[in-house]
Antibody, heavy 119, light 108 residues
Framework: QVQLVQSGAEVKKPGASVKVSCKAS????????IHWVRQAPGQGLEWMGI????????TDAQKFQGRVTFTRDTSTSTVYMELRSLRSEDTAVYYC????????????WGQGTLVTVSS | EIVLTQSPGTLSLSPGERATLSCRAS???????LAWYQQRPGQAPRLLIY???SRATGIPDRFSGSGSGTDFTLTISRLEPEDFALYHC?????????FGQGTKVEIK
């Protein structure tokens, strides 16, 4: 069965960086794009960007350009999201999500990683 | 980018009642590329509907989606206790993908 398992919760100070991992299993890793979505406390879902695990190409939301990087390691079927220059507004649960087919709807989600930014 | 507006913000109903959730887009969503998700507290979202009206694998038939263009609806025909949750709509026809702000279905 398809599984996405994310790394554990993080607490960071403003200005620091965080790197969240998402390990995929149960399917051919390079066949499906993976997206990153975040949810601030009490808020809705916010799309952050996408990575093609096959070639490694990425697209990120305009809001995060320059602050976020998506990478992947095909040897371990893992994708990573690094967010830099953290501020309090980045406190959120970060999810990875796999596409269902060739469109950006998400039948598979990681369990979420809480990132808390606090001085 | 397309802005999705969900209404109402909160829906207070009793088990067994019918729930009707709305999602309105700021512009036409191409090919009815609209999805619905359910999210229970402390859990990741769960896909219910994609392509505006196709139920995802394992989703009970009391959940149905309809609509096209800019107006979409999620209907839960008879609310079960486990259906009281937060519901999100998402469009994926026009990059970037965007989500609505959510509708909470609570027990009356």
């Amino acid at each position: 069965q398809v599984q996405l398992v994310q790394s554990g919760a993080e607490v960071k100070k403003p200005g620091a960086s965080v790197k969240v991992s998402c390990k995929a299993s149960g399917y051919t890793f390079t066949r499906y794009y993976i997206h990153w979505v975040r949810q601030a406390p009490g808020q809705g879902l916010e799309w952050m960007g996408i990575i093609n695990p096959s070639g490694g190409s990425t697209t990120d939301a305009q809001k995060f350009q320059g602050r976020v990087t998506f990478t992947r390691d095909t040897s371990t079927s893992t994708v990573y999201m690094e967010l830099r220059s953290l501020r309090s507004e980045d406190t959120a649960v970060y999810y990875c999500a796999r596409e269902g087919g060739s469109s950006s709807w998400y039948p598979y989600w990681g369990q979420g990683t809480l990132v808390t930014v606090s001085s | 980018e397309i802005v999705l507006t969900q209404s109402p913000g909160t829906l207070s109903l009793s088990p067994g009642e019918r729930a009707t959730l709305s999602c309105r887009a700021s512009q036409t969503i191409s090919s009815s590329y609209l999805a619905w998700y359910q999210q229970r507290p402390g859990q990741a979202p769960r896909l219910l509907i994609y392509g505006a009206s196709s139920r995802a694998t394992g989703i009970p038939d009391r959940f149905s989606g309809s609509g096209s263009g800019t107006d979409f609806t999620l209907t839960i025909s008879r609310l079960e206790p486990e259906d009281f949750a937060l519901y999100h709509c998402q469009q994926y026809g026009n990059p970037p993908p965007t989500f609505g702000q959510g509708t909470k279905v609570e027990i009356k």
